[in-house]
């Protein structure tokens, strides 16, 4: 059974920095690119950054470039996202996904074989 859990995310001030981390299991993680997306209230998900499977590629949405970082280790089975510089409006519920057929460059939220149930980030300004 495949289980994708975050966690880390609070109640942060602007500018502050956060890092969530996702472990997952029941899966050969090392097989699999891993994302990030983020849903703000009344909005839809969205994506962040994804890294490949040995964390070559990283791509980013333009948003978050110079201030998010994605990285994995395979070793622990966990993929974090460090979060600088943060703005109010990256408050929302951040998920991370893991999907085995896909590059980094395929940003749609469709498609990923596994989602986990997601961690809460507020940003107050």
């Known amino acids: 059974q495949v289980q994708v859990v975050e966690s880390g995310g609070g109640l942060v001030q602007a500018g502050d920095s956060l890092r969530l981390s996702c472990a997952a299991s029941?899966?050969?993680?090392?097989?699999?690119?891993m994302g990030w997306f983020h849903q703000a209230p009344g909005k839809e998900r969205e994506f962040v950054a994804a890294?490949?499977?040995?964390?070559?590629?990283?791509n980013y949405v333009d948003s978050v470039k110079g201030r998010f970082t994605i990285s994995r280790d395979n070793a622990k089975n966990t993929v974090y996202l460090q979060m600088t510089n943060l703005k109010s409006e990256a408050t929302a519920v951040y998920y991370c996904?893991?999907?085995?057929?896909?590059?980094?460059?395929?940003?749609?939220?469709?498609?990923?074989?596994?989602w986990g149930q997601g961690t809460q980030v507020t940003v107050s300004s």
């Open positions: 890294i490949s499977q040995r964390g070559v590629n990283r």
């Open positions: 029941g899966l050969t993680f090392s097989n699999y690119v």
């Open positions: 996904a893991a999907d085995r057929d896909r590059s980094t460059s395929q940003t749609t939220r469709d498609g990923w074989d596994y």
